[in-house]
């Protein structure tokens, strides 16, 4: 068999465990199955970092839609907080911290709430009023109402930070073969295609599916769609902004599984560079640019931070979330399937909740207690819908 890339110097017949995808997700599996000294295999049909992982932000954020969305991610914010002296520079790893904006009174209502859940789990967090928020970001508009700090959000880049987490999965024993696509499960094993065309099947002790958004081409069952975003990078402007600059109207925006939507999100990169978001929309797995939609989020991104319109745009370009209906990820057990575990469907927060996802999924391989209720993520749940955008969502055909 021949595949694109090979890495990895060990190579057994039947690895203890066996991960399709190269995602940040299947990466972050890897390098926690690789450090408990199991056989790890990891193939991707493509090369690692390259699906939604290469088009995302990198903003390691708490979030509280639901008590388990903010257990999950608070507990993945502080194993990345926990990897960053390890992270080579060029992952670009800096704790920028997060400012959720406050338009006007409701939002500022938002943020006390918001700020009163944090405090309740832990998490530091700080509101800001209107004259702070001015002194802290003089680049955003006049006029605001305020904002809530949480200053140990991060950001990372995340398809330099998945090769990280597969380069020290290699280091640890682990074998990667890129250009190797699977092509169907079977009992305790994997159909897979090298990039030569030529099929063999690799059975494994435990076979973890990181594949994203094409995770429900092997396990069909699976209710993953893919969810498209927009991104823009500027060239450099250091200094312009300093925290992850995220509107709370964002909240909204990110609800459900229905309509376009845009919000204000920048992030400032340690390039100096802007990277500006972001946009919600059900398009299938049409990835070109969206002018109607892109316009409005660039415009939206400008109504809050103005001297955005002075910026040069670099690039921009489109990528894909796995959403799944009630937007928590799905981690664990397959119970389709024996032998087989799911780690996907992690919409847009899979770069923050990797590390989370990796050690709930190596604790139940592994027999052990897990460190948070993995009961929520159980990918056989029932699934209500999350709550549709609200009334104050910014769409698209509005702008
Ligand atoms: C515009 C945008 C902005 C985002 N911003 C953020 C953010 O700021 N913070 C955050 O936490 N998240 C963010 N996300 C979400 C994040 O990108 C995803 O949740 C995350 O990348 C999912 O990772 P994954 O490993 O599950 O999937 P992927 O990165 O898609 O990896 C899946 C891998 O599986 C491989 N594969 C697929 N099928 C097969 C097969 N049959 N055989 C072998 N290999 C296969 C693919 O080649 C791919 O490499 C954003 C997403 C988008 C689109």
Redesign the pocket.
């Given at each position: 068999m021949t595949d694109a890339a090979r890495f990895g110097a060990r190579r057994t017949a039947r690895p203890d465990v066996l991960i399709?995808?190269?995602?940040?997700?299947?990466?972050a599996c890897a390098l926690a199955r690789a450090r408990e000294e199991l056989d790890v295999l990891i193939?991707?049909?493509?090369?690692?970092?390259?699906?939604?992982?290469?088009?995302?932000?990198?903003?390691?954020?708490v979030m509280d839609d639901t008590p388990a969305q903010l257990a999950l991610t608070s507990f993945s914010r502080a194993l990345w907080e926990r990897m960053a002296d390890e992270l080579p520079p060029d992952c670009e790893y800096e704790m920028r911290g997060t400012l959720w904006v406050a338009d006007n009174d409701d939002e500022m209502k938002a943020a006390r709430a918001k700020q009163a859940v944090y405090a309740a789990h832990g998490v530091a967090s700080t509101l800001v009023d209107a004259a702070e928020l001015a002194r802290m970001e003089p680049a955003l508009r006049p006029g605001l109402a305020g904002a809530l700090s949480v200053p140990g959000d991060g950001v990372l880049y995340?398809p330099n930070a998945?090769r990280w987490c597969i380069e020290r999965a290699v280091a640890l024993g682990a074998v990667v073969r890129e250009g190797?696509?699977?092509?169907a499960l079977a009992s305790g094993a994997v159909r897979?295609r090298g990039a030569d065309g030529i099929e063999e099947s690799i059975s494994a002790g435990a076979i973890v599916i990181?594949?994203?958004?094409?995770?429900p081409?092997?396990a069909p069952e699976l209710p993953i769609v893919p969810?498209?975003?927009?991104?823009v990078i500027t060239d450099r402007y250091p200094g312009l902004c300093h925290a992850q600059l995220v509107e709370l109207g964002y909240l909204r925006s990110a609800h459900g599984l229905s309509g376009e939507s845009v919000a204000f999100n920048v992030?400032p990169r340690a390039t100096g560079q802007l990277l500006i978001?972001?946009?919600r929309q059900l398009a299938g797995r049409d990835g070109a640019i969206d002018d109607a939609v892109l316009g409005a989020m660039v415009r939206r991104a400008t109504s809050f931070l103005p001297a955005l319109a002075r910026c040069d745009v670099v690039r921009m370009w489109?990528?894909?979330?796995?959403a799944t209906p009630d937007g928590l990820p799905l981690i664990g057990r397959w119970h389709a399937a024996p032998g087989v575990w799911i780690?996907?469907?992690?919409?847009?927060?899979?770069?923050?909740?990797?590390p989370g996802t990796a050690a709930l999924i190596a604790a139940d391989i592994l027999g052990r207690a897990a460190p948070i209720d993995p009961a929520p993520y159980d990918p056989g749940r029932a699934m209500r819908p999350a709550s549709d955008a609200t009334p104050g969502e910014h769409t698209c055909r509005a702008t």
């Open positions: 399709v995808g190269a995602g940040i997700v299947g990466a193939v991707d049909a493509s090369f690692a970092g390259s699906g939604s992982t290469a088009a995302a932000m990198g903003n390691l954020v995340p998945a190797c696509g699977a092509v897979v990181a594949a994203g958004i094409d995770a081409r092997l969810r498209k975003g927009h991104l992030q978001g972001s946009s489109t990528g894909f979330r796995p780690a996907a469907g992690h919409e847009g927060l899979g770069i923050t909740t990797a």
